[in-house]
C-alpha cells in the first residue's frame, strides 16, 4: 500500500525509503538514533526545548463535545453487530428438506359455495315465467288484466319456492359439523385452480370472518422454509405494528426492517410525542429495550421539528402452525402479491424475481407506493398468506414533503421464493 | 510519536511509545479547533492561532513530553492525480516528465505548491504509473508556525484517507488480490478511495446532491471504478439495492460521528460494508470515549491509527 510523506523532499520519491519502518520518534526520553531526512519547510529550528510551565497555558478542561446520542445504547448495538450477522447466515443456510406430515388434507367450508343454488333457483323461476308467457301469448291469454294476474301469481309462486329453498339452506350450512367441511375442502382440491379463484381466495383469507376455525391441510413446502415465511410474516407485522405508532402528523424518512431490527428516523411535533413512541417500544414484551432512541430538536421540518432516531430488536412471535403452506408457481404468486396489492389500493409493480430456476431459493422484490393505511393494510394482508414466499427486508421510506397522513410512502420488499422440493 | 488528525472541526491525536519492543499506545484524545480547518482559512491568522493553541494543548495532555509529530490531513488540501510513464526512461527523465506533467496540470499556482510523485505499483501495461500530490507551500507554513510555540518538529505528513486505508490493510488483513475501498463520510462532501491489489487506484470526492441522486466533485484519473462503488453507495442508500458488487469490501468511518446520515449507515447490514474499531486490539492506555466507545463512535480514529501503523511491524 502507498505509503505518503509530504515532508520529504519534492520530487519523485524514492520507494525503497518510504517502505522503511524505524524507529525514530517512538523513544521521546532517548536521543534518536538515526536522523530521518525530512523536508526543512517543516521542521521546527532546535531551538531549546520550551519549558511548558513558562508558556504554556495551563491545561484546559477538555470540553464534551455534543453527542446527544446515548454511548451505552451505540456500544450495545455494536456489539450486537455479530450476532445479527450469524442471525442472517443461519437464516439463509441452505437447509435439508424434511417429509411431509401425515394428517389428510383438509379444506374450510366457505358460506360462499352455496350461492350457486340460490342463483339456480332463481333462474329456474325466470325460465318458467317466460315460458308460461309464451304459452299464454299463443293462447290469447296475454291480455293486460289477465298479465297482471299471471305475474302476480307467478311471482308469489317463486317467492315462496326461493324462499323456502334459501331456508332450507341456511339450516344445512348451520348444520354442517366439521366432517362435512373437510370432505368439501378435499373436493375443492382435486379441482385445478384458476388464476380468478386464487384472487378470490386472497381476499376471503383476509376477510373472513370465521378464519379461527379454519383449518389448514398438509404444506407443500419443507418445515426449514416454511420457518423463514413464518419469520417473514412476523416482519411484516412488525412494520405494520410500527407505522401504526407514528403521528398521522409526523414525516418518516425511512423505516427498515431487516433481521430482527426495526430502525427508523421520524420527525414529531414535539418531545412529548417523541416519549410517547419511545414508551411504545418500551412498554410491552413486543420489542427489546432499544439499542438507539436518539431524540433531538433539529429543526429540519419546520412543523415536526423533534427527529427521532432508533435502533430497536423485536422479539420473534412463537410459530405459527406450520401447515397449510402452499407451493405457488411464480404466475400464481404474482396474482396473490398483486391481488393483495389491489385489496389494499397500493400501487405496485409487477413481481421481480430474480432467476427462472424453480429448483433453487430466489431473491424477489415487491415495490410499490401507497398512502400510509394502505401500505399498513398491504403489509397485513401479505402476512395472512401461508405461500413459499419470505419477507427478508422491509424497506419504507418517504419523502419528508408531507406529514404521514397525506404523503405517499415507497415501500420495496426484499423477498425469497422458496422452492417445493419436499 | 505524537500522531495528529485533523478534520475541519476537530483535531484527534495520540501518542505512541515504543519501550524495549512494547508498543504502547499511551493517550488518544481529541479537541475543537476554534476555526475551521478549511482550504479558504489557509491565510486566516485565526486558523493559525486556533492551530496554535491546541497544538499547545496537546502537549499539556501528552502522558510522556515529546515533540516528533505525525500528521493526517484531509484530501481537499490536496490536488492527487495519476499519471503514466513510458518505461525505460531514466529516473532523471522520469521526475522530469512529471514535474512538467504536474506544471501543465496545476497552471500558473504550480509555483506556489510542493510537488511529489510517488510510483504505483504496476498493473499491467506497458506504462509504469506515479501519483503526483501536490499541496500549497502555505500549508506547509502554517503547520510551521503552528508547531514553534510547542517545540513539536513534524516529520510525517499523510492524506487521512490513505492513512486510514494503511489501519484497515493491516487490522483487517486484506489481502493483495483484493479490489476495496475506504470511504470517508462527510456531513456533505464524501471522499472514496479505491485500492486494487494492495495498491492505490482512484481518490473520489462526491456529494449526494439530492435524496436519490450523487454528484461526483474530483477524481484521481478517469477510471471508472470509484463512481461505480458511489453508484453502489447511491443504490443502498435509497434501497434500491442490498450490497455491493463494485468492490470485494467496502469500509466506511467518519469525522462525523453525530452526522444523522453516518449513524443511519450504520443501522444498514449490508455483507461487504463495515466500519471498525481500530483500538480493538490495541487499547489505549487513556482512551477518548465522550462520544461513545462502540465502533461508530473509535472509527473517527482510523486514520490516527493509520500514523501509528507506520511505526509499527507486522505482528505488533
Redesign the interface.
Same mark, same amino acid.
Given at each position: 500500500?502507498? +505509503?505518503?510523506?509530504?515532508?520529504?523532499k519534492?520530487?519523485?520519491?524514492d520507494?525503497k525509503e518510504?517502505a522503511k519502518?524505524?524507529?525514530?520518534?517512538?523513544?521521546?526520553?532517548r536521543p534518536p538514533e538515526k536522523q530521518?531526512e *525530512? =523536508?526543512e519547510?517543516?521542521?521546527?529550528?532546535d531551538?531549546p526545548? *520550551?519549558q511548558?510551565e513558562v508558556?504554556?497555558?495551563?491545561?484546559?478542561e477538555?470540553?464534551?463535545?455534543?453527542?446527544?446520542?446515548d $454511548?451505552?445504547l451505540?456500544?450495545?448495538? $455494536?456489539?450486537n453487530?455479530d450476532l445479527? $450477522?450469524q442471525a $442472517?447466515q443461519e437464516e439463509f443456510a441452505p437447509k435439508q428438506p424434511s417429509s411431509p406430515p401425515d394428517e389428510p388434507e383438509v379444506k374450510p367450508v366457505k358460506v360462499k359455495q352455496h350461492y350457486p343454488f340460490l342463483r339456480y333457483g332463481l333462474f329456474a323461476a325466470v325460465i318458467v315465467v317466460i315460458i308460461g308467457g309464451l304459452w299464454a301469448y299463443r293462447n290469447g291469454l296475454l291480455t293486460k288484466e289477465k298479465v297482471k294476474e299471471t305475474i302476480q301469481v307467478a311471482t308469489e309462486t317463486v317467492s315462496e319456492t326461493v324462499s323456502e329453498q334459501a331456508t332450507d339452506l341456511v339450516k344445512m350450512t348451520e348444520g354442517i359439523p366439521d366432517e362435512l367441511g373437510e370432505k368439501a375442502g378435499e373436493a375443492m382440491r382435486i379441482v385445478p385452480e384458476a388464476p380468478g379463484q386464487i384472487s378470490s381466495r386472497v381476499s376471503d383469507v383476509v376477510q373472513s370472518a370465521r378464519s379461527a376455525r379454519r383449518v389448514f391441510g398438509p404444506s407443500e413446502i419443507p418445515i426449514e422454509y416454511i420457518q423463514h415465511v413464518q419469520f417473514g410474516h412476523d416482519r411484516l407485522q412488525v412494520a405494520a405494528e410500527v407505522l401504526t405508532q407514528f403521528p398521522v402528523a409526523s414525516n418518516l424518512q425511512?423505516l +427498515?426492517v431487516?433481521?430482527d431490527?426495526v =430502525?427508523f428516523?421520524l420527525y414529531v411535533k414535539n418531545e412529548y410525542e417523541a416519549e410517547q413512541i419511545k414508551n411504545y417500544f418500551i412498554g410491552g414484551n413486543r420489542f427489546q429495550t432499544p439499542e *438507539?432512541f436518539?431524540i433531538e430538536r433539529?429543526g429540519k421540518i419546520a412543523d415536526n421539528p423533534v427527529?427521532i432516531?432508533t435502533?430497536v430488536r423485536f422479539n420473534t412471535l412463537a410459530p405459527q402452525d406450520s401447515k397449510g403452506y402452499k407451493y405457488f408457481s411464480d404466475r400464481q404468486l404474482s396474482q396473490y402479491i398483486w391481488q393483495a396489492g389491489i385489496q389494499s389500493k397500493v400501487n405496485m409493480d409487477p413481481l421481480q424475481i430474480s432467476n427462472r430456476d424453480v429448483s433453487i431459493i430466489r431473491s424477489a422484490q415487491i415495490v410499490g407506493n401507497g398512502s400510509t393505511a394502505n401500505v399498513i393494510q398491504l403489509l397485513n394482508e401479505l402476512s395472512s398468506i401461508r405461500d413459499n414466499m419470505g419477507i427478508g427486508?422491509i =424497506?419504507i421510506?418517504s419523502?419528508l414533503y408531507q406529514p404521514l397522513a397525506r404523503t405517499l410512502l415507497?415501500y420495496?420488499l426484499?423477498t425469497f421464493i422458496y422452492p417445493n422440493n419436499i | 510519536?505524537i500522531c495528529i488528525s485533523l478534520s475541519e472541526e476537530?483535531v484527534r491525536f495520540g501518542q505512541? @511509545?515504543?519501550?524495549d519492543g512494547d508498543?504502547t499506545i499511551e493517550i488518544v484524545?481529541?479537541?475543537?479547533l476554534s476555526t475551521p480547518f478549511t482550504p479558504e482559512n489557509i491565510t486566516n491568522p485565526e486558523l493559525s492561532s486556533a492551530l496554535q493553541q491546541v497544538f499547545? %494543548?496537546i502537549?499539556?495532555?501528552l502522558p510522556? /513530553?515529546?515533540?516528533?509529530v505525525?500528521l493526517a490531513l484531509p484530501a481537499e488540501w490536496?490536488d492527487l492525480n495519476r499519471q503514466g510513464v513510458d518505461s525505460g526512461l531514466s529516473?532523471e527523465n522520469? %521526475?522530469e516528465a512529471?514535474?512538467w506533467n504536474a506544471k501543465k496540470r496545476l497552471g500558473p499556482v504550480a509555483d506556489q505548491k510542493? @510537488?511529489? &510523485?510517488?510510483?504505483?505499483q504496476r498493473q499491467g501495461g506497458s506504462d509504469q504509473e506515479?501519483?503526483s500530490?501536490s499541496?500549497f507551500?502555505d500549508l506547509?507554513?502554517l503547520?510551521?508556525n503552528a508547531?514553534? !510555540?510547542?517545540?513539536?518538529?513534524? &516529520? @510525517?505528513?499523510?492524506?487521512n484517507i490513505?492513512s486510514a486505508?494503511?489501519a484497515l490493510?493491516r487490522l483487517e488483513q486484506i489481502g493483495s488480490d483484493e479490489k476495496w475501498a475506504v470511504w470517508l463520510v462527510g456531513e456533505q462532501k464524501h471522499s472514496l478511495l479505491v @485500492?486494487d491489489s494492495? %495498491?492505490?487506484r482512484q481518490l473520489v470526492r462526491f456529494e449526494f446532491s439530492d /435524496?436519490e441522486n450523487y454528484s461526483i466533485l474530483s477524481s484521481t484519473s478517469s477510471d471508472d471504478i470509484g463512481e461505480k462503488v458511489i453508484a453502489g453507495i447511491n443504490g443502498i442508500r435509497?434501497?434500491?439495492a %442490498?450490497g455491493l458488487s463494485a468492490v470485494d469490501r467496502l469500509y466506511y468511518y467518519s469525522h462525523e460521528?453525530?452526522s444523522?446520515f453516518f449513524?443511519?449507515l450504520?443501522?444498514y447490514?449490508v455483507e461487504n460494508m463495515k466500519t471498525i474499531?481500530p483500538f480493538e486490539n490495541h487499547k489505549p492506555v487513556y482512551s477518548y470515549?465522550?462520544?461513545?466507545?462502540?465502533?461508530?463512535?473509535m472509527c473517527q480514529f482510523i486514520d490516527l491509527m493509520g500514523l501509528m501503523i507506520?511505526?509499527? !511491524?507486522e505482528g505488533v
Open positions: 500500500m502507498l +505509503r505518503l510523506n509530504l515532508t520529504n519534492p520530487g519523485l520519491q520507494e518510504l519502518i524505524d524507529l525514530e520518534g517512538l523513544t521521546p526520553g530521518l *525530512v =523536508s519547510t517543516l521542521e521546527t529550528p531551538t526545548a *520550551v511548558p508558556l504554556l497555558p495551563p491545561p484546559i477538555e470540553e464534551k463535545p455534543i453527542q446527544p446520542i $454511548e451505552d451505540f456500544k450495545l448495538a $455494536e456489539a453487530l445479527i $450477522e $442472517e425511512y +427498515r431487516k433481521n431490527k =430502525s428516523i *438507539v436518539f433539529t427527529e432516531m435502533i427486508v =424497506s421510506t419523502t415507497d420495496k426484499s | 510519536m476537530f505512541l @511509545i515504543n519501550t508498543y484524545r481529541k479537541r475543537t499547545q %494543548e502537549r499539556a495532555d510522556v /513530553p515529546d515533540r516528533y505525525a490536496f529516473r522520469i %521526475e512529471l514535474n510542493f @510537488i511529489q &510523485h510517488y510510483l504505483l506515479y501519483l500530490v499541496y507551500k506547509g507554513k503547520f510551521l508547531a514553534q !510555540p510547542s517545540g513539536f518538529n513534524i &516529520h @510525517i505528513m499523510d492524506v490513505l486505508a494503511s490493510e @485500492i494492495g %495498491e492505490f /435524496p435509497t434501497f434500491e %442490498e460521528v453525530d444523522e449513524n443511519m450504520l443501522t447490514d474499531d470515549e465522550d462520544d461513545g466507545n462502540g465502533v461508530g463512535a507506520r511505526k509499527m !511491524p
